[in-house]
């Protein structure tokens, strides 16, 4: 199964980032880094970013992560960027379906 933080560490990679996906693993349970992030990307010359990536149907799971949220004020505070990856299937029926992403900037 694909999830989310790998469909955003390889849309990162292919904007020229370097990306990990940064979540982890314990049982069933997934730990975000510090609370908020899937993955981290960084290019030169713009910057640092953490992504939360969620299906569109978790969207209203994901809406406390903004630029009020303690950790993401501090990292957005410190030179960071902070991006949501609302990803969703898109296609003609009988289709194989594609996947893609809406993108917002917490500022």
């Known amino acids: 199964m694909v999830t989310t933080a790998r469909l955003s560490r390889d849309y990162m990679r292919k904007c020229g980032f370097t990306a990990e996906t940064v979540e982890k693993r314990s ?31 978790a969207k209203k799971e994901h809406e406390h992560l903004n630029s009020e949220h303690p950790i993401i004020k501090l990292w957005l505070l410190s030179g960071g960027h902070f991006v949501h990856h ?13 996947w893609a992403v809406n993108t917002k900037d917490i500022v």
């Open 27 to 57: 049982g069933i349970f997934r730990n975000d880094l510090f609370g908020v992030a899937d993955v981290i990307a960084f290019k030169p010359n713009t910057g640092i970013v953490l992504i939360q990536a969620y299906r569109k149907a």
């Open 86 to 98: 609302e990803w969703y299937q898109h296609g003609k029926r009988g289709k194989r379906k594609r």
